[in-house]
């Protein structure tokens, strides 16, 4: 079992910079691949970074490619987004999700574990 609480999500201006943050609970945290989804008003969720349990391999949506920059310590069992060259339309909820196994899943049904989002919100 895995609880899952992000964090540092807020308002930002286009072209600035944001780090979410994901505190996970459970002492098997170093087993799990995370990922990283959003969904914006009115859209379906949507894939935007994962990375093994190791921290060794990620993988990204092309939308965020370059931007965006997923990392763990599992020693303090999290998970991080670092968001640059934040666009208005990277404005969505933002969900920290936890999945066994080691495949770089970037379905949503693929993951067990959801936290209970952040609100990210980029101006123009």
């Known amino acids: 079992q895995v609880q899952l609480v992000e964090s540092g999500g807020g308002l930002v201006q286009a072209g600035g910079s944001l780090r979410l943050s994901c505190a996970a609970s459970?002492?098997?945290?170093?087993?799990?691949?995370m990922g990283w989804f959003r969904q914006a008003p009115g859209k379906e969720r949507e894939f935007v970074a994962v990375?093994?349990?190791?921290?060794?391999?990620?993988y990204y949506a092309d939308s965020v490619k370059g931007r965006f920059t997923i990392s763990r310590d599992n020693a303090k069992n999290s998970v991080n987004l670092e968001m640059n060259s934040l666009k208005p339309e990277d404005t969505a909820v933002y969900y920290c999700?936890?999945?066994?196994?080691?495949?770089?899943?970037?379905?949503?049904?693929?993951?067990?574990?959801w936290g209970q989002g952040t609100q990210v919100t980029v101006s123009s």
């Open positions: 459970g002492r098997t945290f170093s087993s799990y691949t």
């Open positions: 999700a936890a999945r066994a196994g080691s495949n770089l899943a970037y379905r949503s049904y693929e993951y067990h574990y």
């Open positions: 990375i093994s349990w190791s921290g060794g391999r990620t």
